[in-house]
């Protein structure tokens, strides 16, 4: 059986072209610049060829186009793999796809690309922004879809659009359904993840200049909400990782950093703690923030043998995770196992000589360890300077700055601190993270990338490790006061964020607008992209018991309700058999016959009753087929008079 | 018969019975929950291939943005379906009427489609019988008609079968279809064929049966154009000029009345007969001559005109066929 030959209609077409637009602009600012004139320049092209004024690509011009597209990615990226340049491919692979549509499945695939392509984005960006232009993607897209299966009817070119949009709406109900409920799974296996360059944050070295250039930026690096106080911003120090490794220059993790323990190390558990849920902006890396001493809450994050939390994988979306903060804990205070013992006491051989004989010089004359610190405090309290711009250190970096330049950004200190405790005979290590965070009125604590700090903890016998951080005493305001309110004058702060409306915080309506952006922000990220974490509590506060089959009876029971809407209208002008004025006069017609002794069949035809009724009645004939076909036209017909003169015939029959 | 095809005709035996007991033929049909079928289409399972794809990409990445919308896609599949079964529900089907054909041309079918309950916009119904090709009608308004050309390859009456009506309304993921069975038949005449008639001495009757045998094909005059006649004979001419689609008659001068006689080809059997009849018949009623037909045990009064014509032809197309 031959079908008629498949054209996409001019309709289809467009909203094809709209969907391409609008999928893949969102997502330009994550891929090379040039992907926008490729996308150009396909939809000039498709346009053209629908006008007839240029040919659809020849094969060979086709492959040159995929050959030059896949050498401009390589350019771009230098290979193929990891996210941009797989999306980017399939970016490219949608633009050419526009270019030979010529069947109902180029067409499809074309489609099928947009939903991918519009979805994908979310892997670049979950914010609400990101989510309302995925949404305009699919609508797009599905209305290229409805305007591909549809005639153009009355040239209504937003026909499709209508109807898509009134089918996602339709899709809203049910989807929350199954965002709340469907279970999630863990990663089933490695996927390439977002360039790390593209990411402001923390890396796992320290050389000096890392921190001071991340101050640049006014990014938010997490937001914390307390089950409780907010604790004083003195004891808000945010630990990320320890390094234990020193070069010279450079610090980085140890060997011990890298391992975690199963159990968690040993704590002591006492005093008062804080809980608090942290929603931590995509790092690209898999380390978590949290204060001393911590006790991770949420499934799946584990304490390494720093007193550090760790994910699993790697953050490349934002995540939430709770933590309860033992404040008056003890790090390693039993004692410290020997390899770690090692590792924060190595120097590197003959790196900062001068720095290593005034230590030990020093620690000679000091009765404790305790007196020793606050001499090395002191001495960073009189003589130095916090600043944003420290001048160049050479190769011995600790020693230039400590007898040289005496002037640097918080990790200059703890780079020297912690040098200068080993030295001396301390077990040290350098601490990166966050310290302190903006407190919004909304009771939560936005924590940004210029808050970002370096601090030492020194291990002290029958103490465990114990928190200095030098910067407190060169800079006291540094750690009472954010780095905003402490160099607000100086021109390099935010130079990486033109735009943030932090810059405008003293004017007050801007200032109100931010705080309340930001607050819609993060009940985002903490109710909608954090949701994997309350909803196994949710469920088991709904079923009392989560097993397969009351998962099942819950889906199915709100996935209907869902669904009782569209249900309702799709189904109601048949369920109900409404009857018209016609069906109305018809049946009085039956029943009129019925009591002159012709009852009409069930299932009989209105022509084969009017026949049989004729003969049975051959003085009603004229009139019986009359009504019929009254009645017939009545359905068929396009007359609106018929109807009238059917209810006429009817009831002249009956006199 | 291999194991595969004989299981293959198996099914099909106990498809057609199980249709014929769910969807019996009907005078009008009205379609509803007993009568539509309802599948992921082709392009439908491909979309699920794209949301698996999209929950595989969110699973593995820890995205609950994308989760949300695959969880999107998969609920407008749902929904779909809902749209897709609206577009062929309380959808009113009835054969208006079947045009008479000659055997080995196709015969037009006029289909009225209606509205049960509130008129909506119905989109992209493909209309098809077996071996006509489809034909794709939208219905904005409360009715519309459409046609189809079934083919009619013999003699007898038309049963242009089951009707199925299927949609891929609105996004393509579904095939929503219907085999439904709307009482109707046409006539189909006997193919005509050129034949000797031999000059039969007969003697009875008014008119004097002379023939004139042969003789090359005079322009008789316009008539017309009836579906099913040649396309050789329409007279293109007028159809230009906007007078309708006409075809040319031609016949031999014959200019009295006779007897179209079924002992008139003798030696040929039945169906060949016929035809040579039926093309007979056409020749002189197109010459416009009085004439009438002999067929075993029937025969006609003598007569000329499109209505003699016509009844004519139904005897020769119903000679001895079973109702």
Known sequence: ?655 | MTPLAWLRSRYQRWFHGWLARRIPEEQEVVLNRRRIFILPSRAGFAFLGVVALLWLVATNYQNNLVFAFAALLASMFVVAIFHSYANLSGLRLRVEQVDPAFAGHRARVVIALGQQGRPRLRDELTLSFPGASPVVATLPGAAASTELFVPAPRRGWLRPGRLTVESHYPLGLFRVWTHVLPACKGIVYPRPIRGEPLALGDGGGEGEARLVAGGSEDFIGLDKYRPGESLNRVAWKHQAQGRGMLSKQFGESISRSLWLDWRAFPGLDREARLSRLCQWLLTVSAADEVYGLRLPGVETELARGPAHRDRLLALLALFEVAD
């Open chain 1, 1 to 655: 059986m031959a079908t008629p030959p498949w054209q996409l209609s001019r309709h289809g077409t467009l909203w094809i072209l709209i969907g391409f637009a609008v999928a893949v602009a969102p997502l330009l600012r994550h891929l090379p610049p040039w992907l926008a004139a490729v996308g150009a320049i396909a939809m000039l092209w498709r346009i053209q060829i629908y006008r007839g004024r240029w040919g659809a690509p020849g094969r060979w011009l086709k492959l040159a186009l995929v050959a030059l597209g896949g050498a401009g990615l390589l350019l771009s990226f230098g290979g193929l793999a990891g996210l941009e340049p797989m999306v980017s491919l399939l970016v490219i692979a949608y633009a050419l796809k526009l270019l030979e549509m010529h069947g109902r499945r180029d067409a499809l695939v074309a489609i099928y690309l947009g939903f991918f392509v519009a979805v994908v984005q979310g892997l670049f960006d979950q914010g609400i922004t990101t989510a309302l232009q995925v949404l305009a993607g699919v609508v797009a897209v599905s209305a290229g879809l409805a305007g591909a299966n549809q005639r153009d009817l009355h040239g209504r070119p937003g026909r499709p659009l209508a109807s898509a949009a009134i089918l996602v709406a339709q899709a809203l109900p049910l989807m929350l359904v199954l965002f709340l409920l469907m279970p999630r799974l863990g990663p089933l296996w490695d996927v390439p993840t977002p360039g790390r360059s593209a990411i402001t944050g923390m890396g796992d070295t320290v050389a000096p200049g890392d921190i001071t250039r991340l101050s640049r930026s006014a990014g938010i690096a997490f937001r914390v909400r307390f089950e409780g106080e907010i604790p004083p911003r003195g004891q808000l120090y945010w630990r990320g990782l320890t390094l234990s490794q020193f070069d010279g220059r450079r610090w980085s993790r140890g060997p011990s950093g890298e391992t975690a323990r199963a159990s968690g190390p040993a704590q002591r558990r006492d005093g008062g703690f804080s809980d608090y849920s942290v929603t931590l902006e995509r790092t690209g890396t898999d380390w978590l923030y949290a204060l001393a001493v911590p006790e991770p809450l949420s499934r799946g994050v584990g304490v390494k043998s720093d007193y550090t939390l760790v994910n699993p994988a790697p953050v490349h979306a934002r995540m939430g995770y709770r933590a309860r903060a033992w404040h008056a804990g003890a790090m390693d205070a039993a004692g410290l196992a020997p390899g770690i013992r090692a590792e924060t006491m190595a120097l590197p051989a003959g790196s900062n000589p001068r720095t290593v004989a005034t230590a030990r010089a020093w620690a000679r004359e000091a009765p404790s360890p305790e007196a020793l610190i606050d001499r090395v405090l002191q001495l960073f309290n009189r003589q130095f300077v916090y600043t944003l711009e420290p001048a160049r250190l050479g190769r011995h970096g600790v020693d230039d700055f400590l007898w040289t330049t005496r002037e640097g950004f918080c990790e200059h200190f703890a780079s020297a601190f912690t040098l200068f405790m080993r030295a001396a005979g301390i077990p040290a290590r350098v601490v990166v993270g966050y310290q302190g965070g903006e407190a919004h009125p909304e009771g939560y604590l936005i924590v940004r990338h210029y808050d970002a700090h370096a601090w030492a903890e020194v291990w002290l016998d029958g103490r465990g490790w114990v928190r200095v951080d030098p910067t407190a005493a060169v800079a006291p305001e540094r750690i009472r006061m954010s780095l905003v309110d402490l160099f607000a004058a100086e021109d390099g702060l935010f130079a990486d964020s033109p735009l943030s409306l932090v810059r405008f915080r003293d004017v007050g309506w801007i200032n109100q607008l931010r705080l309340r952006m930001d607050a819609v922000e993060y009940a985002w990220g903490r109710w909608v992209l954090g949701y994997d974490d309350v909803q196994l509590d949710l469920l088991a506060r709904l079923l009392g018991r989560v097993d397969a089959g009351r998962m099942a009876l819950l889906l199915l029971a709100a996935g209907l309700l869902a669904l009782a809407p569209v249900l309702a209208i799709a189904l109601w002008p048949t369920r109900r058999h409404p009857r018209d004025g016609a069906d109305r006069a018809y049946l009085r017609f039956c029943t009129r016959m019925a009591s002159l002794g012709v009852a009409r069949r069930p299932g009989e035809g209105v022509r084969d009753f009017a026949e049989r009724a004729a003969r049975a009645r051959p003085e009603l004939a004229a009139s019986i087929r009359a009504i019929s076909l009254c009645y017939e036209k009545s359905r068929y017909g396009r007359g609106g008079d018929q109807v009238r003169q059917l209810r006429r015939r009817v009831a002249s029959l009956r006199g």
